[in-house]
């Protein structure tokens, strides 16, 4: 099968950790590289955001990535970037005219309305994988949400319009069809996990501190994402390091000012000597740090999925995270981890002294959090895409037979 999979800001081969970097750059990389192994021929159409990066990369997973040229050839906000997608549409229409896939896969909004575009005026049967609803964004952040005016009517339209759409969990199932969207045409496919590269076994990071326990918290470095109530919950954590992975690289730390409000934080809360910001970890090193925490802490206010808990447990690290979005699915409380309210510093806090002060309770979760990992491989995840792809083109077939006979 040709999958063209579109993925307008979230490009597979970006650095992760900076604000518009995080779990859909690695949900479309892995996706591909999965789909590659199963012999499916795999393109993915990302938005140039470099004028010295080449058109076309051919990786060494098996998969090509193609820069799109839609907009200035420079790094932008993601919520900037609504104006150049049909000019993304129309190099897609272009291309694909040439070179036809048998289905389009969308990921995010944005990337929706330029697959909507091209494959509409080709007949080219696509999905989409929204990763993120405006209307759940704006629920959590009002006035601080960002996104553009028009997306919560555009997603609502390009749901109706897409051959399915593939939600990461059945919190987003729910909120899809709250919106509108006919339950039928909803797969729920989750996002995976590398478990050739997380695993229990392997180099483990070393502790330069002299703390007794490690605490783990990785995201982009944006608000939701709840690196200050870890910070907050650290205070009633004794004995204990909180090492805070993602944002700028290091030596940039005092130019980002979501560093500069979490330093403030802990200095207030008399933590600074015990939050270690790292910045980015690259994919090669993640797992050795993971696996060197006595548990990690995953406390945003909402998460449409969540990868960092899958790598955890694949790794046997007990998570405490927020009972939010994609971690419901994940997280299993009181077996793999923890399930707490967003944004109650306090109840991570507990959750984490449990774990911390019960060894045969942490030895009972790493076993079952390595367990239920495996029901996350990439592979599992790949087989159970092509199998929504291929439901779509059973019934593009059918439609087309019924008109036929007509």
Known sequence: MKVALVSEHA????ALGGVDAGGQNVHVAELAKALAALGHDVTVYTRRDSATAPETVTTDAGFTVVHVPAGPPCSIPKDDMLPHMVQFGDFLADRWSVSRPDVAHAHFWMSGIATRRAAERLDIPHAITFHALGEVKRRYQGAADTSPRD??????????????????????AFELTRMGTDRARIAVVPCGVDLDMFGPTGPTLRRPTEQQYRVVTVGRMVRRKGFATAIGALAHIPDAELVVVGGPEAGQFEKDPEVV????????????????FVGQVSRENMPSL????DTVVC??????????PLEAMACGVPVVASAVG???????????????????ALSVANAVNRL???HSLRQSCSAEAQQRAHRYSWSRIADDTVRVYSRILRTVSETTAVGESR
């Open 326 to 344: 994609g971690l419901l699915d994940t997280v299993v409380d009181g077996r793999t981890g923890t399930l707490v309210p967003p944004r109650d």
């Open 290 to 293: 993971l696996r060197s925490a």
């Open 299 to 308: 406390a945003p206010w909402y998460e449409p999925f969540g990868i960092v």
């Open 151 to 172: 997306r919560i009517p555009i997603e609502r339209e390009l749901a109706c319009g897409a051959g399915r759409v593939i939600a990461t969990c059945s919190d987003e």
């Open 261 to 276: 409000r979490l330093t403030r934080t802990a200095v207030r809360l008399g933590v600074r000597d015990r939050v270690r």
């Open 356 to 358: 911390l002060a019960d």
């Open 11 to 14: 490009n597979p081969l970006a």
